[in-house]
């Protein structure tokens, strides 16, 4: 009986773990994203020092969806070793494609290789980051 009981338990056990790995069914037509941002590796030097990078974003709406009214925002960081830049803008999440040119600073920037890091996030999450080396010209 003894024996019995414990062969139960191991194998109760096994099949447990074994259906805690295996992953969640989903249907195939299903695809999940929050969203996506992209900027070229590179951004234009201003005479006042800061620096315009062009971003291409899409994201999902957030739960406070309301067409009129922009729905997000990007929040852009860039460095260089003595200078730094910030910008956060507004962002309109509709699941379509969009583009804007953002004008990061205060800097002051310099001629030379910089790193970026740029955030997307619907009205209620992050949803889209990207990091990168540029080159500012």
Known sequence: MIRTVARFAAVTATSVTMLALLPAAASA???FHGGSIQYANKAQLQ???TVLMT???QCVPGFEFKPEEPTGFIRVFVQQPEAYGFVASPATCDDRKHTVTLDIG???FKAGSAFADASLFN???FVAEKQAEIQIK
Do not use: I, L, Q, R
């Open 47 to 49: 005479e006042d020092g």
């Open 29 to 31: 037509n299903v695809t």
């Open 106 to 108: 205060p800097g002051p």
């Open 55 to 57: 971003f291409t974003y």
């Open 123 to 125: 009205s209620n999450s």
